[in-house]
């Protein structure tokens, strides 16, 4: 029997209800809690930890950061965390890290893949490849484009299984494992990067190399990229097969050289199909995407980089990979690596073999990178419907192949053509050079890439700008072609033979012309004075106007050539133009353009852009970007450009003795041209349907070549537009309603080898033109430019209609710009001026068939012998033959050598005329004892002859340049394009020579 004690009796009577019978008090005190519920258990146990707690805080740091430091303290740190409480810390933690770092990698992947596409296709059909440029039809390929890739992909069945074997083997062993991404990979990546050791890694399996092919990540590594790729990578396991994930990669590594994807690469290397590559073919392929830039057995350093050591050691250890892997049995290792793989290569096919048209294509592949960008260009993957006509090509190619022994004959190596189709301003055909598989230079495209000085084929441009700019000028207008100083035109390259630095082909000024016959004529006089009028700059922007392509802003292209002058032979520095560019002389502008500038004037002004594409897809078909007709742009207006192609298309005022003008129904506009130092010769043809220009020299441009450039140039061009224009009805170019026809000054005197006078009494003007209020119907002096009188010389009389030059003249230098007032009278001749006079030194003279020598005295009269205007003249005159001529200085005593043709006495009349048309003469008699050797100048430049000894050749005096037609020439007679009055000897193979001017 337990007895309670007083001291336990007070104590359990402070305890009262539940509370008395949940304790009890043993005799030493001890208090024992029984019958207690849960909760009580649960409070008690509670406070106790409480009262715990707080006895171990209260000898640490207050903050919680700093308690966690405390804790981690070496002497602490076992005693805590093994603890139940640093237990209990570690699992909140350790949630607290998972959850956030389940978040984090959420947000990093919603973050980045907001950004990334969608990878629909991983066939190798979306990546790119090669371009494919047909003609103007779509079913004639001219050229495949690999330039840096060539792809071509194909199914899983396609690709030898040896193939797929040896890329898993040394690229991803594990490929069939994983889900996209090796763990392992990128740890041991990421430690090496840290390390900085073997330069950067990146652990990538086949999966995430293909997400970088697709994308064209490629060259850029950066850990974002890595994240984006690990991302991608995920989304194609689960969308796509191992085998399709696979073919995939094997249709878009890089196998060097040009070549992506193992059919490219099997073909390219072996000249077979993936699905037949041996176990050795594929070893050495699997081996080339680590570094194809390497590896390639094409790269030019192959051998001597060590890149073919390399590559054969890398193609044993793959193919001990897949022994180790179990892909092949030892007895297939020990085969394969017997074999020289080397050796199955085949040689390297030049790049553009099998092209046609390369010169187009070329061109075409340069509008296409100016089009979409270079970037898409070098990506690939797509097909060019380009605006070449097969059959214009062909006949391009034939006319220039057919030119070219003329061209090699005067000197010249090559040649250009490009023709534009002048409603679409498509370009139809081209023409680069002579030879495109030329070593040297036959790379050069002389119709697109390089810029030429245009010479005289420039003049349409000048003259488009004075009637586009003026309001008192027109066809019929009136410059002088006059010696003497043109303001503004600076003598750069010394004094000519003629005293004058400012000549044309044939050393003759034929005065006033209208401006039909000097763009007809090709007179370099008027041509630049027509520039001056407007002046250089103005006239070179109408130049460009017509040329290029104009821009959104509706003003020409500036990355376009147009016409441009240069400081050093770089063609690096522009520089300001001068007036010899509108001749053509010390400018440059690129072919097509050229051939470009004359479409717009055929259009009429009107200049629609220059097209060398028609329609770009890509390999799913999808349109990029596809011709339309375009508007164009006015670029003049429509008289002006009317009136220059009338004039052009004019064969009467046109010094071509063939008359080329027209053909079938159809009218051509034609214009040559010839450079000063005769490196280049040009020719341009137009009609209402194409624009066409050729250009023939020596390929680096240092040879002057000899003869007429129009041997050379006219037979290419109009056998094209010849041909062209065979079979298709006549067009013309429409003629604008505003124009006016209007009297026009008559040119009477010769102008060019070719053309005939007198030029018509009316001509085109434009609608805004302004009428001189003059009568044009008289007798004008041409020396004073007023109306003559009985004292005016016969010569210097012009009669007939429109005859006053001055009174429609716009010829600034000459007082031009408004007619002479019809009432004043020759105010330079007087009834009683002194006439000039010669004398024969020696009368009855005798010529041996050797030859003499026949001198002469010349006095003036009251006006000078000779002026810039009209330079004295001197005849030597034998029955009516004008065997020489010489231009005087002034008063004194002249000589020539003439060899007699003819046996017997003749008479010689000598005669002089001075710088106002006065003339006089002397005559006498000469005995001949020459040979049987006789020459005759017919009209026309053509000469006949009589007893020569063999060949004849005709030379021109002064030069001794041979005259084009009559070399070597046996029978009779020959043709030449001399024009009248030029000096001339003909020479037989026993030397006789015969002096005489042609006719």
């Known amino acids: 029997m337990i007895r309670k004690s007083k001291k336990s009796g007070s104590r359990s009577s402070r305890n009262t209800g539940r509370n008395k019978r949940d304790t009890y008090t043993t005799s030493s005190g001890q208090t024992i809690k029984i019958n207690r519920s849960l909760g009580q258990k649960l409070k008690a146990r509670k406070a106790t930890h409480a009262q715990a707690r707080a006895e171990r805080l209260a000898g640490m740091p207050k903050g919680r950061l700093q308690r966690m430091v405390w804790r981690m303290h070496p002497k602490r740190l076992w005693k805590y965390w093994p603890s139940r409480e640093g237990m209990i810390m570690g699992l909140k933690l350790t949630g607290i890290a998972i959850l956030a770092g389940f978040l984090l990698l959420v947000g990093v992947f919603a973050y980045f893949r907001k950004d990334l596409p969608n990878l629909k296709d991983i066939s190798g059909n979306n990546i790119g490849g090669s371009i494919r440029y047909y003609d103007k039809t779509g079913k004639t390929l001219l050229f495949e484009d690999y330039d840096a890739v060539r792809r071509i992909p194909v199914q899983d069945e396609r690709i030898a299984q040896v193939m797929k074997d040896a890329t898993v083997a040394i690229e991803d062993k594990d490929f069939f494992k994983h889900g996209g991404f090796d763990t392992r990979g990128i740890l041991r990546a990421a430690v090496n990067n840290v390390k900085g050791g073997g330069g950067q890694q990146g652990g990538s399996t086949i999966t995430q190399q293909l997400v970088k092919l697709t994308q064209n990540w490629s060259q850029e590594r950066t850990y974002t990229r890595k994240v984006k790729e690990l991302i991608l990578a995920v989304e194609l396991e689960r969308s796509y097969s191992k085998k399709e994930i696979l073919t995939g990669y094997l249709n878009a590594a890089p196998y060097g050289s040009i070549y992506y994807g193992a059919q490219a690469a099997a073909e390219g290397y072996f000249n077979k199909d993936a699905k037949d590559l041996t176990l050795d073919e594929a070893a050495l392929l699997a081996a080339i995407p680590k570094s194809p830039g390497y590896y390639s057995p094409y790269n030019d350093d192959f051998v001597t980089s060590g890149g073919r050591e390399s590559l054969l050691g890398r193609q044993d250890y793959i193919l001990d990979q897949m022994k180790e892997q179990g892909l092949i049995t030892q007895d297939q290792l020990d085969e394969a690596k017997k074999v020289d793989t080397l050796k199955k290569i085949k040689k390297r096919k030049p790049r553009y073999d099998g092209i046609k048209a390369p010169y187009f294509v070329l061109t075409a592949k340069s509008a296409l990178e100016k089009q979409m960008g270079a970037g898409v260009v070098k990506h690939g993957g797509l097909d060019v419907i380009t605006t070449l006509d097969m059959d214009a090509q062909k006949v391009a190619e034939e006319q220039v192949n057919a030119g070219l022994a003329q061209v090699r004959a005067q000197g010249g190596d090559t040649a250009a053509f490009v023709a534009e189709d002048v409603k679409t301003g498509q370009v139809v055909a ?450 009516g033959q004008n065997v020489s001529s010489k231009t005087l200085t002034g008063p004194g005593t002249y000589s020539i050598s003439y060899k007699p043709t003819f046996s017997g006495t003749k008479q010689l009349r000598v005669e002089v005329i001075d710088s106002v048309l006065y003339d006089g003469s002397d005559t006498t008699n000469v005995t001949g004892q020459g040979g049987g050797f006789s020459v005759t100048a017919r009209n026309g430049g053509r000469f006949e002859w009589s007893g020569a000894s063999g060949a004849v050749t005709i030379y021109r005096t002064g030069d001794d340049s041979e005259v084009g037609g009559c070399v070597d020439r046996h029978g009779s007679s020959c043709n030449s394009s001399l024009s009248s009055g030029v000096q001339v000897y003909a020479k037989d193979e026993d030397d006789n020579r015969v002096d005489l001017v042609s006719k």
């Not at 030329?438 to 030429?452: D, K, R, V």
């Not at 520039?531 to 290029?548: K, N, S, W």
């Not at 007709?629 to 670029?635: F, K, L, N, R």
């Not at 040119?747 to 805004?768: C, K, M, N, Q, T």
Request: glycine share 10%; hydrophobic share 30%.
């Open 430 to 879: 081209l023409v680069g050079g002579a030879d495109f598989n030329n070593a040297e230079y036959g790379e050069n495209n002389y119709a697109h890439a390089l810029e030429l000085p245009p010479g005289s084929s420039f003049k349409p441009y000048d003259y488009a700008a004075l009637i586009e700019k003026s309001d008192n000028v027109g066809a019929g207008s009136v410059l002088y072609d006059t010696k003497g100083v043109v303001p503004g035109y600076p003598c750069t390259t010394g004094v000519s033979r003629t005293g004058n630095c400012l000549v044309d082909y044939d050393l003759r000024y034929p005065g006033p012309l209208t401006l039909r016959y000097s763009l007809g004529g090709s007179r370099n006089v008027p041509a630049i004075k027509a520039m001056l009028t407007v002046g250089v700059d103005e006239t070179i922007d109408v130049a460009q106007r017509l040329m290029t392509n104009f821009g959104s802003d509706g003003q020409p292209d500036p990355t376009k050539g147009a016409y441009n002058c240069y400081s050093d032979e770089a063609f690096s520095q522009k520089t300001q133009c001068y007036a010899a560019s509108a001749i053509g002389d010390g400018a440059y502008l690129r072919l097509d353009e050229h051939a470009h500038g004359y479409a717009t004037l055929a259009r009429n002004g009107r200049n629609i852009p220059q097209t060398y594409i028609m329609k770009v897809t890509d390999a799913t078909g999808k349109v990029l970007n596809e011709w339309k007709p375009s508007e164009g742009v006015q670029a003049i207006r429509e008289e002006s450009a009317y009136i220059v192609t009338d004039m052009m298309s004019d064969p009467n005022a046109s010094y071509l003795p063939n008359k080329i003008h027209r053909f079938n129904g159809w009218k051509f506009g034609a214009k040559t041209g010839t450079t000063n130092d005769s490196k280049d010769g040009l020719m341009g043809m137009l009609s209402a349907r194409y624009a066409t220009m050729v250009w023939v020299g020596y390929h680096n441009r240092t040879v002057e070549m000899s003869g007429f450039m129009e041997s050379m140039t006219l037979p290419i061009v109009n056998g094209w537009m010849q041909s062209m224009h065979q079979n298709i009805p006549a067009e013309e170019i429409p003629k604008p309603a505003g124009l006016q026809t209007l009297p026009a000054f008559v040119v009477r005197s010769h102008v060019g080898a070719g053309s005939i006078e007198p030029s018509p009494s009316s001509d085109l003007f434009p609608s805004w033109y302004k009428k001189p209020s003059v009568n044009t119907n008289q007798k004008i002096d041409k020396v004073s430019n007023k109306l003559a009188t009985e004292c005016t010389p016969e010569r210097a009389v012009q009669t007939g209609a429109n005859a006053n030059s001055s009174a429609i003249s716009v010829d600034k230098s000459v007082g031009g710009g408004g007619g002479a007032n019809t009432n004043e009278k020759d105010d330079v001749h007087k009834c009683n001026d002194t006439k000039p006079k010669v004398s024969i030194s020696t009368r009855n003279v005798t010529c041996l068939s050797s030859g003499c020598t026949l001198t002469v005295k010349v006095t003036a009269g009251t006006h000078p012998i000779s002026s810039d205007k009209f330079p004295g003249q001197l005849n030597f005159i034998i029955d």
